[in-house]
């Protein structure tokens, strides 16, 4: 892919994304979805977010990422069910992955 693919690319992704962003306030007062719709497609929105962190903690390129990086989300996960501050989740995350790191567990 050369530099003028990339930057229509680029460009098409853009304009999508444009396009999508003004879709939704422009048709919401014209669309009306059943409460089962909006009931999956808010079920759908989280399960694909589990779906990310889950790929993200365990995965690393093709291969297992190790338990550090679970057990630092797994933590992470439980104080901000909890409700800790934002950034009482990072560093007590990172801290944990750290520490498990630190004691020699990939």
Same mark, same amino acid.
């Given at each position: 892919m !050369?530099?003028?693919? /990339?930057?229509?690319a680029v460009g098409v992704l853009g304009l999508g994304t444009f396009g999508f962003r003004?879709? @939704?306030p422009?048709? *919401?007062?014209? %669309?009306?979805?059943? $409460? *089962? =719709?909006e009931r999956l497609m808010t079920l759908a929105a989280v399960v694909? /977010? $589990? +779906?990310? %962190? $889950?790929?993200? =903690?365990?995965?690393? @390129?093709? !291969?297992? $990422? @190790?338990? =550090? *990086?679970? +057990?630092g989300v797994l933590v992470g996960g439980v104080l901000a069910w909890r409700k800790a501050p934002f950034v009482l989740v990072v560093l007590a995350a990172a801290a944990t992955a750290a520490l498990v790191r630190l004691a020699g567990i990939p």
């Open positions: !050369d530099a003028t693919e /990339l930057l229509i003004f879709a @939704g422009a048709l *919401r007062n014209r %669309v009306h979805l059943s $409460a *089962r =719709a694909l /977010l $589990a +779906a990310l %962190v $889950a790929t993200s =903690a365990l995965i690393e @390129g093709h !291969d297992y $990422a @190790g338990f =550090a *990086r679970p +057990a």
